[in-house]
């Protein structure tokens, strides 16, 4: 039995561009679900700066839930998206913030049929989404990266396009194309300067382009004083929020993002790259083969 732990980013309030996120844990994964149907292609929604995309569940809907890349697990609904899909409870799973403190308990479905760009996954667990966004501009779910553990991801942010396909990516070349260990989150080592960081890709993750944790700021090459840009919140604390300029490209082998400040500090001891770093870029992701492609 494995133990999976999410992060999610959650709504920035105009003052807070580093808002709370919660944290789901998830136990005994078995592997990608079942599916049928022909892979293809939808128009590439948005929730905030997330990608998303319209979903049936159960013949119901559609849905738009956000496609994070920083999601373990299958699926996660908000409450109101469960109830207009008819699910019932079937269990419950512990949600809490990123520091594992005030854990609180939500609710487990299970979806029988799960409709996305020309697939339908089948008998999908699905956990409790708690509420994230400003009343009226909530959150209705997320589909996380296990869901698509036998398939190609295709995030076109230029095309407003997502895509799913059986085809896989050639070996990684270091340049555009790029291995990436199992595991919850797809991890890459960004390069800022002469500074080579791990970062998270998470396209969850839409308040700054990029964050770092505060001890890597003094290492980087940036200009100016930092500015107080906000205050991020959890469920147990509050903590400044400040970005500072850069004087040297970010980049991940020939990839150059467009990114010109960093924001600090994280909530874990990793960088994140968010999905606002990507909105000129397509994205490949092969998950059975643990390769992600980016295309400037």
Do not use: C
């Not at 995309?53 to 699926?75: E, M, Q, R, W």
């Not at 697939?119 to 990266?145: H, K, N, R, S």
């Not at 700054?208 to 959890?234: D, Q, R, S």
């Amino acid at each position: 039995m494995r133990r999976r732990t999410l992060i999610l980013a959650a709504a920035a309030a105009a003052a807070a561009p580093l808002a709370a996120a919660a944290t789901a844990q998830r136990h005994g994964l078995s592997g990608p679900p079942r599916w049928r149907g022909v892979p293809g292609a939808s128009p590439m929604l948005s929730w905030r700066a997330m990608p998303a995309v319209a979903v049936t569940i159960n013949g119901k809907g559609p849905f738009t839930l956000g496609i994070d890349t920083g999601a373990p697990g299958y699926l996660h609904l908000s409450k109101p998206v469960a109830a207009a899909a008819g699910l019932a409870s079937v269990g419950s799973a512990i949600s809490a913030d990123p520091s594992g403190k005030n854990p609180i308990t939500v609710e487990r479905y299970r979806v029988a049929a799960l409709t996305v760009a020309g697939v339908t996954f089948l008998d999908v667990d699905a956990d409790e989404l708690p509420a994230i966004g400003a009343p009226g501009d909530e959150l209705a779910g997320v589909l996380g990266m296990d869901l698509f553990d036998a398939l190609t991801l295709t995030l076109d942010f230029k095309g407003r396009q997502v895509a799913l396909s059986r085809a896989g990516l050639p070996p990684p070349d270091g340049k555009t194309i790029f291995g990436y260990d199992a595991g919850d989150y797809i991890q890459l080592p960004l390069q800022i300067g002469e500074v080579i960081m791990p970062t998270h890709l998470d396209t969850g993750q839409t308040n700054a382009p990029l964050i770092v944790p505060e001890g890597l700021v003094g290492k980087l090459a940036t200009h100016g004083a930092p500015t107080k840009v906000g205050t991020a919140h959890t469920v147990s604390e509050a903590v400044d929020v400040f970005s500072i300029a850069l004087d040297a490209p970010v980049h991940l082998g020939d990839v150059r993002f467009p990114v010109t400040s960093v924001t600090y500090p994280t909530f874990v001891p990793i960088a994140n790259l968010g999905s606002t770093a990507l909105q000129t870029m397509s994205l490949m992701i092969d998950r059975p083969a643990r390769r992600i492609r980016f295309v400037a």
